[in-house]
């Protein structure tokens, strides 16, 4: 059962990010015509011209993604999540449609809840290493390429569906819209902690060999080795340093239980990092 736990409750919190996703769908944005942006964006315009349903949209046009997302993210882990969250997202979205009626339309509340809501539930998603697809597959690859946050890369990716809102649904929907997207961005952040700094990781193991290629191969993170002794018991012990982005620390978590559970790790905060993965070093000056 303490395998299992873990596995349950990321899948819990993929469920509850994806129906808070379609939570700000259902209730706060599509019935005041403002678009999320994104894929769900693109159903969501669909659905206003022709009216297909968003969920099922949104599903289909995944696919491709679910491709590109499984071969560099993860591999099988972050694919069956990722299409775990996408499917309960799609349905929620369809299925729940005739239950979370609309709550408001003040523009205020609707673009405050909205954007939270959304941002809140893909940080769940994310946390739980998975996405709800889309451009979070895309955010995701950015993240792991050039270190760039998933909130903002996912707010500049969703300025090619608000150009199409605008002649859909006029300026001002538009402007609500980049209003969302900018709260759910920064829920997101908040949500995965992506701060400026990273997570330092002290792994005390029996193990450090398969530690370190997981590290190095699954994160791509370097791995420093460092020489321990055990002040109780005299013995010699491997002691792994590595430092990851703060939204790769379940993942760091994950590939340490499952090399040694028995490992002892220490996790802090780093306050800035320069090299390779991070912030490049400044130039010399002069």
């Not at 899948?11 to 994806?18: K, P, W």
């Not at 696919?63 to 997302?69: A, D, E």
């Not at 299409?83 to 799609?90: D, H, Q």
């Not at 946050?149 to 819209?177: D, T, W």
Request: net charge neutral; aromatic share 8%.
């Amino acid at each position: 059962m303490k395998r299992l736990w873990p596995i349950l409750r990321d899948y819990l919190m993929i469920t509850a990010g994806a129906v808070m996703v379609a939570a700000s769908v259902n209730m706060f944005l599509t019935p005041n015509d403002v678009v999320m942006g994104g894929l769900t964006g693109g159903a969501q315009l669909l659905q206003s011209t022709i009216g297909t349903p968003i969920g099922l949209v949104t599903l289909l046009a995944n696919l491709p993604l679910f491709i590109i997302g499984f071969r560099a993210l993860g591999g099988l882990i972050f694919g069956v999540r990722t299409i775990y969250a996408t499917v309960v997202m799609a349905l929620a979205i369809d299925l729940l449609a005739p239950y979370l009626k609309p709550v408001s339309a003040d523009p205020l509340l609707y673009t405050l809840y909205g954007g939270l809501l959304d941002g809140l539930g893909v940080g769940l998603v994310f946390r739980a290493r998975g996405t709800t697809g889309g451009v979070d597959i895309i955010a995701r690859l950015l993240e792991r390429r050039f270190r760039w946050r998933p909130g903002r890369s996912i707010l500049a990716m969703n300025m090619a569906v608000f150009g199409v809102a605008f002649f859909a649904y006029g300026p001002e929907k538009v402007l609500y819209a980049i209003l969302v997207a900018f709260i759910s961005s920064v829920a997101l952040d908040y949500t995965l902690a992506a701060g400026s700094g990273a997570r330092q990781a002290l792994i005390i193991t029996d193990q450090p060999a398969a530690i370190t290629q997981a590290l190095l191969h699954e994160l791509v993170r370097g791995v420093t080795m460092l020489e321990g002794q055990g002040a109780y018991t005299g013995e010699a012990r491997a002691v792994l340093l590595c430092v990851v982005s703060r939204s790769e620390i379940s993942f760091l978590n994950d590939i340490v239980s499952r090399a040694d559970p028995n490992a002892f790790v220490v996790i802090g905060d780093v306050q800035e990092v320069h090299g390779e993965g991070f912030v490049p070093h400044a130039p010399p000056k002069g």
